[in-house]
Nanobody, 121 residues
Framework: QVQLVESGGGLVQPGGSLRLSCAASGSIASNLALGWYRQAPGKERELVAAIIGGGNTIYADSVKGRVTMSIEDAKNTVSLQMNSLNTEDTAVYYC???????????????WGQGTQVTVSS
């Protein structure tokens, strides 16, 4: 089982920065992919950033250039550095890990509890 615990969310004014952290149990290296998602009120959960395959990092167009996702091996954590935040970034942010399922070709999703990010003046 994979346990994910997010932290670092909070209230920040527009233009500010936050660094989210996701502490994972076990080895995160065994996962097929690691990612950050967010969900704003009334909207579907969307991908913010992910590390997939051989360490390739992808970002949503809405955050590209303002967000950096990284893995801290020593602490077994996944981080999301967010800069130049605006009100559209307000959402609950979730850490996600995808692992191989019991059946070939299947994938199991693990989710953290989420951490609230509110951008407001």
């Amino acid at each position: 089982q994979v346990q994910l615990v997010e932290s670092g969310g909070g209230l920040v004014q527009p233009g500010g920065s936050l660094r989210l952290s996701c502490a994972a149990s076990g080895s995160i290296a065994s996962n097929l992919a690691l990612g950050w998602y967010r969900q704003a009120p009334g909207k579907e959960r969307e991908l913010v950033a992910a590390i997939i395959g051989g360490g390739n990092t992808i970002y949503a167009d809405s955050v590209k250039g303002r967000v950096t996702m990284s893995i801290e091996d020593a602490k077994n954590t996944v981080s999301l550095q967010m800069n130049s935040l605006n009100t559209e970034d307000t959402a609950v942010y979730y850490c996600n890990a995808k692992a191989s399922g019991l059946r070939a070709g299947s994938v199991i999703d693990y989710w953290g509890q989420g951490t609230q990010v509110t951008v407001s003046s």
